[in-house]
Structures are given as structure tokens and as C-alpha cells.
């Protein structure tokens, strides 16, 4: 099965937004993804390999038969100090997202379903989870600027802006496809895939969430991977014993 981008309706001065599941091509290219779902390893441009899904019944998410490394990455957080992304995010579920802040339609339904699964979640559920905004259009989003728009889903959400290569060497990393701004007759586009990667407590990209997930799908998988977390701490504690 292939997944083609998406691409929002038009309408006059409105960007536009590509989501699709772009994979990080062992080559070093981002493709979609195509070829067979079973976990083996499908053909990208040329032959080269990609990172294949697999789905798992316990998941309404895609779960990544070969993780997906976590961005090794310091960008600048709302408060404008340097966030380190791993260490800032050490020991949690961590859910990151690229997009940005005039984004008419993807990007703040996305935070919103996040935050409304957030919501539904118990407070020892939600101190575990991290939830990672990272802008695709920095230019514009100022730490100022992401701080007051992700206030509007929910204060506890990290916001992280920078240069616009570090950014798109990051959404690299992580699978996600981006492509510069670009400003022609009036119109401002910024184009990047609209995924949510969940990330475990060793950083490894587990899960894939594409853009639509229902809240309640996000909270049956956060409760799952909160759940295989505590297992394999558990049984790491009991290997040390």
C-alpha cells in the first residue's frame, strides 16, 4: 500500500500542509512509504531501503518494526534558553510534532486532540509523557509566539524553534519530511508531514501517528506504552537483582 501526501484545500494566501508518512530512506533520502506491510523491506528511489510499518493489533497507531531514532538535538525553548531534546525529555513517553503556528487546520487540530487526550489521562499517566512542538517555520514562530499559541492547548507543552537547518536535519532524523518556506505572490507555504512519533524512555521512535488520530485512539496507545514501559523497567530492575 502506498500513502500519497495530503495536501489541505487551497484558498487564497492559505498554506498548505503535505502529510504523509515520509520515511527516512537508509540512504539518506525521505520517501513514502510503499511495498509490503508484513515488517520486511520494501524498495525506495533506486532500490534503496526503507524503514517499513508494521501494524500491531495492540496499537490504532503504526508501530515501527525498526525504531526510529530520537532527534540528538538542542533547539531554543519558549522561555529562549537552549533546550536539549533528550535530555530534556529523559526518562518520559515523549510525543513530538513538527509544524507551526499559522497553520490554518493539521497543526492546531493535532494539539488539540493531544491535549484532549492529555486531558483524559491520570495525573501519575501524564507525568510520564512529554509532548514536543517543534516549528517548521521559525522565521515567524518567535519562542514568544509558540509559548502563547501552545498556551491555548495546554501550558505543560514544550515549544522549540531555531535555525531552519538544524530543524530540518532533526525532522530528518526522525522520518518526517520537510521543505523550506517559500513565499510567491502574497501566498506564504510551509509544507512538512504532519506525523506524531512517539518516543519511549530509550528514545527510540516507536509508534507513528498519523494526522486525524482520534483522541481517544491516542489514549488507548499512550495507557499501552506506559504499560511496556513499566514492564521492561521492570524487568531490567529484576535482571540487576
Same mark, same amino acid.
Not at 3 to 19: C, G, K, N, Q, Y
Not at 226 to 233: D, E, F, M, P
Given at each position: 500500500?502506498?500513502?500519497? #501526501?495530503?495536501?489541505?484545500?487551497?484558498?487564497?494566501? *492559505?498554506?498548505?500542509?503535505?502529510?504523509?508518512?515520509?520515511?527516512?530512506?537508509?540512504?539518506?533520502?525521505?520517501?513514502?512509504?510503499?511495498?509490503?506491510?508484513?515488517?520486511?523491506? @520494501?524498495?525506495?528511489?533506486?532500490?534503496? #531501503?526503507?524503514?517499513?510499518?508494521?501494524?500491531?493489533?495492540?496499537? =490504532?497507531?503504526? /508501530?515501527?518494526?525498526?525504531?526510529?531514532?530520537?532527534?540528538?538535538?538542542?533547539?531554543?525553548?519558549?522561555?529562549?534558553?537552549?533546550?536539549?531534546?533528550?535530555? @530534556?525529555?529523559?526518562?518520559?513517553?515523549?510525543?513530538?510534532?513538527?509544524?507551526?503556528?499559522?497553520?490554518?487546520?493539521?497543526?492546531?487540530?493535532?494539539?488539540?486532540?493531544? $491535549?484532549?487526550?492529555?486531558?483524559?489521562?491520570?495525573?501519575?499517566?501524564?507525568?510520564?509523557?512529554?509532548?514536543?512542538?517543534?516549528?517548521?517555520? #521559525?522565521?515567524?514562530?518567535? #519562542?514568544?509566539?509558540?509559548?502563547? /499559541?501552545?498556551?491555548?492547548?495546554?501550558?505543560?507543552?514544550?515549544?522549540?524553534?531555531?535555525?531552519?537547518?538544524?530543524?530540518?536535519?532533526?525532522?530528518?532524523?526522525? @522520518?518526517?519530511?520537510?521543505?523550506?518556506?517559500?513565499?510567491?505572490?502574497?501566498?506564504?507555504?510551509?509544507?512538512?508531514?504532519?506525523?506524531?512519533?512517539?518516543?519511549?524512555?530509550? =528514545?527510540?521512535?516507536?509508534?507513528?501517528?498519523?494526522?486525524?488520530?482520534?483522541? $481517544?485512539?491516542?489514549?488507548?496507545?499512550? *495507557?499501552?506504552?506506559?504499560?511496556?514501559?513499566?514492564?521492561?523497567?521492570?524487568?531490567?530492575? @529484576?535482571?540487576?537483582?
Amino acid at each position: 500500500m502506498t500513502l500519497h #501526501p495530503f495536501t489541505t484545500p487551497e484558498s487564497r494566501r *492559505r498554506p498548505a500542509v503535505r502529510a504523509g508518512l515520509a520515511l527516512l530512506l537508509l540512504a539518506g533520502a525521505l520517501a513514502g512509504c510503499a511495498g509490503p506491510q508484513d515488517g520486511r523491506t @520494501g524498495a525506495g528511489t533506486g532500490g534503496a #531501503p526503507v524503514r517499513v510499518l508494521s501494524t500491531a493489533r495492540e496499537f =490504532h497507531g503504526t /508501530w515501527l518494526r525498526q525504531p526510529l531514532p530520537e532527534p540528538d538535538v538542542t533547539l531554543t525553548g519558549t522561555s529562549g534558553r537552549p533546550f536539549d531534546l533528550r535530555e @530534556g525529555t529523559a526518562g518520559r513517553l515523549t510525543l513530538v510534532y513538527f509544524g507551526y503556528t499559522h497553520c490554518p487546520d493539521i497543526c492546531p487540530t493535532t494539539m488539540a486532540d493531544l $491535549a484532549s487526550a492529555l486531558r483524559e489521562l491520570s495525573g501519575a499517566e501524564r507525568a510520564k509523557i512529554s509532548v514536543v512542538f517543534v516549528t517548521t517555520d #521559525p522565521r515567524r514562530d518567535t #519562542p514568544a509566539v509558540i509559548r502563547s /499559541w501552545l498556551a491555548s492547548f495546554d501550558s505543560s507543552f514544550v515549544g522549540l524553534t531555531g535555525d531552519y537547518a538544524t530543524i530540518r536535519a532533526a525532522a530528518r532524523t526522525a @522520518g518526517i519530511a520537510l521543505e523550506p518556506p517559500t513565499s510567491t505572490s502574497g501566498d506564504y507555504e510551509v509544507t512538512h508531514g504532519a506525523q506524531v512519533i512517539a518516543y519511549d524512555a530509550a =528514545h527510540q521512535g516507536r509508534l507513528i501517528f498519523s494526522s486525524g488520530t482520534p483522541s $481517544a485512539d491516542y489514549v488507548a496507545d499512550l *495507557r499501552e506504552l506506559l504499560r511496556r514501559g513499566a514492564a521492561t523497567a521492570a524487568g531490567a530492575r @529484576g535482571a540487576a537483582s
